[in-house]
DNA sequence: TAAATTATATACTAGGTAGTATGTTTTTTT
DNA sequence: AAAAAAACATACTACCTAGTATATAATTTA
């Protein structure tokens, strides 16, 4: 097979099994001799594409976890539509449609975040250009609702944004403490409450 | 000295520099030994109090996490006065108020949600307990602020509590990232749009 | 005061940890 | 096809990990 893709499929399949143990258990107790079993391969190869076990860390940050939250979270803040509809299926519509897994394991970007946001500078830079590119499109679908006239214009944006974030990811958390999607609903009803306040009209 | 007391002694020895060392470090790669370290007593003292780590880290969340917590967020909640001025001071003075190591570190309780809230049922019912306790609270204070008249009588007191310790709590774990208020700042005036929402008039 | 109990210390085990050294195999280049 | 380089495997090191076994010191009970 040709060197250049074999190499980026390992490198890819070491990635991705990353993310998921680190999601499923942790990141610092989830073992490079962990992360190799899951892939079927040996620590040599681990080696051979990473420098060591933070600059695997780094690169599911800037690259796996940076792509999903911005398919997820971040692109349909982008696209066309009721701004403060979006915001609602993207804080309240999204959430009640995650799998089981999802809800029990909680926030991939959140748990970094509580995990290693207080350890390490180059974490805590890979983990906020998330944040800001989060933040950043939720600035800018406000103020889009603002020109609009659905959105108050005497809103401060930025502030509704970090609101938002915050509340979304620490419902997350909780809701790993419950084994049912009771806490997910008050949240959501709280939410609309919030976005109704920031609503024109 | 009195064994009774002595032995009381070093178990909240125990308690309080594990409760130190898992609010920096993490619990699971906070270990015994660097527990006992920090206490100038070994292994010994420590499987004389303790069965084992789980055992104690239980006990952490149990007496040292709850007391924190309702000391911190739920006590102020069954005091007098105006029911929305009780809401800000806790969820945005008291926020400003922390000193930049918790600021940095982040909350305790949110910390081990999001290390070990879906990892151990034992940990998962401990943890629901503080914050069930919590939004109780917020409950009684939502209501009685109905009665006075101050808060809108058509909200969800529960939504409404889960909205603010989602939002709480996310945003402690944000300000992770930063070496600045900033994002504080924006929480604050993001929750007092949300509190003005619920307010009567 | 002797015996029993409690509190703590020391020394150990079995296994996990990140990372290294040095192989062998596969692919590419010359 | 030979040489070089890249991809991966195997075997190792030094250290950390939870927990145990057993000793000694301090305190309480008989």
């Known amino acids: 097979m040709d060197q250049r893709l074999k190499s980026e499929l390992t490198r890819q399949l070491i990635l991705n099994e990353s993310f998921k143990l680190f999601y499923e258990n942790g990141f610092k107790t989830t073992s490079v001799d962990k992360i190799m079993k899951a892939t079927n391969l040996t ?4 080696y051979h594409h990473f420098e060591n076990k933070k600059a695997l860390g780094l690169a599911v940050i ?3 976890l940076q792509k999903r939250v911005y398919e997820a ?3 349909p803040l982008y696209g066309s539509g009721d701004a403060l509809e979006i915001l609602k299926t993207i804080f309240s519509v999204r959430l009640k449609s995650f799998t089981v897994y999802e ?3 909680g926030c991939p970007a959140n748990n970094f975040i509580n995990e290693i946001g207080d350890q390490e500078f180059a974490y805590q830079n890979a983990l906020k250009r998330i944040i800001e590119e989060w933040k950043s499109a939720l600035v800018y679908v406000l103020d889009r609702g603002k020109t609009e006239g659905s959105v108050r214009k005497d809103i401060c944006s930025k502030s509704v944004a970090v609101y938002l974030i915050s509340a979304f990811e620490g419902v997350r958390g909780l809701r790993k403490l ?4 009771l ?3 008050e949240y959501i009803s709280g939410l609309s409450l919030y976005i109704k306040q920031i609503s024109a009209s």
Do not use: R
């Open 183 to 185: 806490i997910l609903d």
């Open 178 to 181: 419950y084994d049912n999607d």
């Open 43 to 46: 620590k040599g190869a681990f």
């Open 73 to 75: 979270m971040v692109a």
């Open 62 to 64: 800037g690259l796996k």
């Open 103 to 105: 809800k029990q394991h």
